[in-house]
């Protein structure tokens, strides 16, 4: 029989699905609405977010509730430190990936997409709010919210 998420556990399961959500909803707004591509240390953030929405979609209909939240949580987690690295690359604190990355996949015509895919380099910050690029900002979250969702999991009433 599965127990029953206390309202810690709910409030916790809500940040495991929202906050991993609202990032990639902003990552894409940012993408077509602003022209803000992604480079491919972007696109490593991404993937662990999105694991942790299934996770956490998981952590409402599949027992052990809390340890798919849990999940979740790391893989918001993952991001945020992919997300501290790409920060450290922006910034030169040390030398990242030399490859870029461009938006051709699925493209009637490759040469023709490659040819005018915009260049985006991974030691570049495209944007940023108080000197803070996006990357940055995905690290302050990620890790952030990680924390929250295991404190509220710990919290006796999920015991």
Not at 61 to 79: K, Q
Not at 96 to 117: R, V, Y
Request: overall charge positive.
């Amino acid at each position: 029989m599965a127990v029953a998420l206390g309202p810690s556990g709910k409030l916790a399961r809500m940040l495991a699905i929202g906050v991993p959500a609202l990032l990639l909803a902003g990552a894409y707004i940012g993408q077509y609405g602003f022209g803000l591509y992604p480079c491919e240390m972007c696109w490593w953030q991404r993937y662990p977010h999105f694991a942790a929405v299934i996770l956490g979609i998981m952590g409402t209909f599949v027992a052990p509730r809390r340890l798919w939240i849990a999940f979740a949580a790391l893989a918001i987690m993952a991001s945020g430190v992919i997300g501290g690295f790409h920060a450290g690359v922006e910034y030169g604190w040390w030398q990242g990936p030399t490859a870029c990355s461009n938006l051709t996949a699925g493209a009637a015509d490759p040469l023709q997409a490659i040819m005018t895919a915009p260049l985006v380099r991974c030691d570049q910050v495209a944007w940023s709010l108080f000197g803070i690029s996006l990357a940055g900002w995905n690290f302050i979250v990620s890790l952030l919210s990680g924390l929250a969702i295991f404190s509220l999991l710990m919290r006796k009433e999920n015991a």
